[in-house]
């Protein structure tokens, strides 16, 4: 039984962050967890690399688009090794079979109908060849601050407007399709709008996938990117997606263009998407204009890997937006992971050294524990299986600290001065407990 997850096929025009990893991380653990109960899970993720943004930024570098593409893309795939991901499957969208699986799903759209040539009218800065979506004529560009002008030119659009209804239907009937319930509620809104064409491909864009048979035309964006989680396993039985984890600032292509591309194309659909909050870093959002961007790297050499993925997955309740702050990190692991779980193991292991000749006892001594251990992991597995993870961990916390307080109020090395070597040592014989207290 197959389990298939994805994170966002990232956009390469800068290295890698921590909200990056963020995302990257949790699909990792859900694939782990996924594992753990028998499935054959797998994750998708990749590298966005096309558009005017990606030339702009090959273009101060000094390489080609191509070039600059591969070191970023390589990056990413550096980041994921040196945090211990497993990545089943890393798309480019550079990849030539990636390109077949956009063209093949676009003739399919079109032979169905939903594809027809038309004219885009909107917003451009001539002097960064870019595309100012959302301004309006004279809007300034967002980059140098020159007046934008109002261009028109012949483009392929999607029939968006005929999905409606359709789109509305699978909300009603799948209501798990979209998560948390803030993000559903929040794109059905928007579809009961009506929804609007969509251009999909530009003809003034070299630095793109181009349309067969139709130069100058290259495909323009989401009909590119969101492909890649299906070009990534084409040929293979993982499609469709059980999961696609994305941030919820691009919930609306995921939960309306995707799954119409896929309607149109009389393909499956993905059966969830889970649109996460902001990682903010000490309530701001990361940007590169305020300067606030956190790398993982330097984090993973100073306190390791397993420290940032615990932080990340206790800290932020999923779902929400979650802060990020150095402060944060240092506390969380001082307490949770040196006092609370350190400590524990610990004074665990130096008392079975000590009192119990280093072999670990039948474990039939506190029976409280080992029902309150029961319950807990039952409790973890139903918080995982939600994506309540903050909840899961605080539920192993509370046996962390039950089990350190038992201890305390047994106080084995106390039974063992008063001859109570049985109740100290449970399973082990008294002799050879007296020996190890000696």
Avoid at 301 to 306: F, K
């Amino acid at each position: 039984m197959k389990y298939y997850i994805t994170t966002p096929i990232y956009y390469v025009n800068a290295a890698p962050h921590i909200g990056h990893a963020y995302t990257t991380i949790v699909a990792d653990m859900i694939r782990r967890f996924k594992g753990m109960q028998g499935y054959e899970a797998a994750v998708t993720t990749g590298s966005d690399e096309h558009g005017v943004n990606v030339e702009r930024a090959a273009e101060r570098a000094g390489k080609t688009p191509k070039e600059f593409t591969d070191v970023i893309a390589a990056a990413f795939q550096k980041e994921w090794q040196s945090l211990r991901l497993q990545v089943d499957y890393f798309q480019r969208t550079t990849n030539p079979q990636h390109a077949r699986v956009v063209q093949d799903l676009f003739e399919r759209c079109r032979r169905n109908g939903y594809i027809y040539k038309g004219s885009y009218t909107g917003q451009y800065c001539i002097f960064d060849n870019l595309y100012v979506n959302d301004a309006k004529p004279g809007d300034p560009c967002p980059d140098c601050g020159r007046p934008t002008e109002t261009i028109t030119e012949e483009n392929f659009f999607f029939k968006l407007s005929a999905f409606g209804e359709r789109l509305l239907e699978l909300y009603e009937r799948e209501p798990n399709f979209i998560q948390p319930e803030t993000r559903r509620n929040e794109v059905m809104a928007f579809v009961k709008q009506g929804l609007t064409d969509l251009s999909i491909t530009r003809s003034n864009i070299k630095w793109g996938i181009p349309v067969e048979g139709e130069a100058p035309h290259v495909f323009y964006v989401w009909f590119d990117a969101l492909t890649a989680y299906m070009s990534a396993v084409d040929g293979e039985a993982m499609w469709p997606a059980d999961l696609h984890l994305i941030g919820k600032e691009i919930v609306r292509f995921h939960a309306i263009y995707w799954p119409a591309f896929l309607m149109a194309a009389g393909l499956e659909l993905p059966k969830r998407i889970f649109a996460h909050g902001w990682l903010l870093f000490e309530e701001s959002k990361m940007s590169k204009s305020r300067g606030n961007i956190v790398r993982p790297e330097p984090i993973r050499r100073v306190m390791g890997v397993d420290a940032l993925r615990y932080f990340l997955l206790r800290e932020v309740v999923f779902g929400q937006d979650g802060s990020f702050s150095y402060d944060a990190l240092v506390g969380r692991y001082n307490s949770d992971l040196a006092n609370g779980l350190g400590n524990l193991a610990s004074r665990t292991l130096t008392m079975i050294r000590q009192y119990n000749a280093g072999a670990v006892p039948a474990g039939n001594g506190a029976p409280t524990i080992a029902e309150l251990a029961r319950t807990t992991t039952a409790s973890m597995i139903a918080a995982f299986a939600e994506f309540e993870f903050s909840k899961g961990l605080e539920a192993v916390w509370a046996l962390l600290s039950a089990t350190d307080k038992y201890i305390v109020e047994q106080a084995p090395w106390t039974l063992l001065k008063k001859g109570e070597e049985g109740r100290a040592a449970p399973g082990a014989s008294c002799s050879r407990a007296r020996r190890s207290a000696r």
